[in-house]
């Protein structure tokens, strides 16, 4: 029984370590100048923040012999689709010349559009 019980803090463990990331991300999305950086620091954060909380849910309903296959595919399509949206979404702010925070220092993909013609 006290198995269960140490088990059951790792799952509440995972679970606020995922709330904690996923408040960082939501103070870089106020903090950070532009697009760009908010984009990245959601997509790290949010990212790991809802894995972590999923995983946490995931094991705590597993010690009880209850094996959830939405939590496992949402797990899964969280990982897969998340960073790939927000470099989509990125890359379409680029194509539309939002510009870059003055605090940035380099953009290297103007320089690989100008020597080879497209962003591809």
């Not at 408040?23 to 954060?45: M, N």
């Not at 999923?54 to 797990?75: E, H, Q, W």
């Not at 689709?81 to 993909?109: C, E, F, G, W």
Request: proline fraction near 2%; hydrophobic fraction near 55%; aromatic fraction near 14%.
């Amino acid at each position: 029984m006290s198995v269960i019980i140490q088990s059951e803090y790792v799952a509440v463990l995972f679970i606020l370590i995922g709330t904690i990331f996923s408040f960082l991300s939501a103070v870089g999305l106020i903090r950070l100048p532009d697009i760009y950086t908010r984009s990245h620091a959601l997509s790290k954060g949010s990212t790991i923040g809802v894995l972590f909380t999923l995983v946490g849910t995931f094991l705590f309903f597993a010690l009880d012999g209850f094996f959830s296959i939405r939590l496992f595919l949402g797990i899964f399509f969280v990982f897969l689709t998340a960073p790939v949206a927000a470099h989509v979404i990125v890359r379409a702010a680029y194509r539309s010349n939002v510009p870059l925070a003055k605090v940035s220092v380099q953009d290297d993909l103007q320089e690989a559009i100008r020597n080879n013609g497209s962003d591809k």
